[in-house]
């Protein structure tokens, strides 16, 4: 069964303080990972999809790792808003997998001017 | 870039009665949507792959006959929340993959739409 575990649940930012949000995932195959934001009472918006260890992608102020155990999305310099849950789901390879998410319970993230 | 469109936005039924969700993909077609539920605080879980022109999949659990799935045409995909109870009081959210995307892998989500049933 896919797995997705993110830590912190919750972090508290000073604007500027950089700091790393970490997803930690066991799945058959990967197909790939996703990273997601989201705000109070809306939908996921889309940030990133990594497919293979290694791959880094940036938006922003905001850049995405992965390794094979885990990815990590790592925020620089922090403006107030960025804050948001931020959701971490994988995608596992197979036919009737295809396009199915499992999410991690997600990171609350609270940055203060 | 691509939009997923959700409608009602926000619901309130009497328990008992039906209720009806939307989901459309604005500027793209997509052979395959997912309906997500979340509760307060908690991540998404998916309850069933909705496929154009084909009956639905569900995932282990969710009740078919309470949740009815219809994915009519290539932009449309709606579900229907029968006979519903407050225990059914959620926030429902689909995604859907654009169907020129063989390979691709950019999943949209819609708005979300919040029901409540009193």
């Known amino acids: 069964e896919d797995q997705v575990t993110q830590s912190p649940e919750a972090l508290r930012l000073q604007e500027g303080e950089s700091s790393s949000l970490n997803c930690s995932y066991t799945v058959s195959g990967l197909r790939g990972l996703f990273w997601y934001r989201q705000d109070p009472g809306k939908g996921p918006e889309f940030l990133f999809t990594l497919y293979s260890a290694g791959e880094e992608k940036e938006k922003e102020r905001l850049k995405a790792t992965l390794t094979k155990k885990e990815s990590f999305l790592h925020i620089t310099a922090p403006k107030p808003e960025d804050s948001a849950t931020y959701l971490c789901?994988?995608?596992?390879?197979?036919?009737?997998?295809?396009?199915?998410?499992?999410f991690g319970q997600g990171t609350i993230l609270t940055v203060h001017p | 870039g691509a939009v997923v469109s959700q409608h009602p936005s926000r619901v309130i039924c009497k328990s008992g009665t039906s209720v009806k969700i939307e989901c459309r993909s604005l500027d793209f077609q997509a052979t395959t949507m997912f309906w997500y539920r979340q509760f307060p605080k908690k991540s998404l879980m998916l309850m069933a792959t909705s496929n154009e022109g084909s009956k639905a999949t569900y995932e282990q659990g969710v009740e078919k006959d309470k949740f009815l799935i219809n994915h009519a045409s290539l932009t449309l995909s709606t579900l229907t929340v029968t006979s519903a109870h407050p225990e059914d009081s959620s926030f429902y959210i689909c995604?859907?993959?654009?169907?020129?995307?063989?390979?691709?892998?950019?999943?949209?989500f819609g708005e979300g739409s919040w029901l409540t049933v009193v």
């Open positions: 789901a994988v995608q596992a390879t197979g036919g009737t997998s295809y396009g199915k998410l499992t």
């Open positions: 995604s859907a993959i654009p169907t020129f995307l063989s390979s691709g892998n950019t999943i949209y």
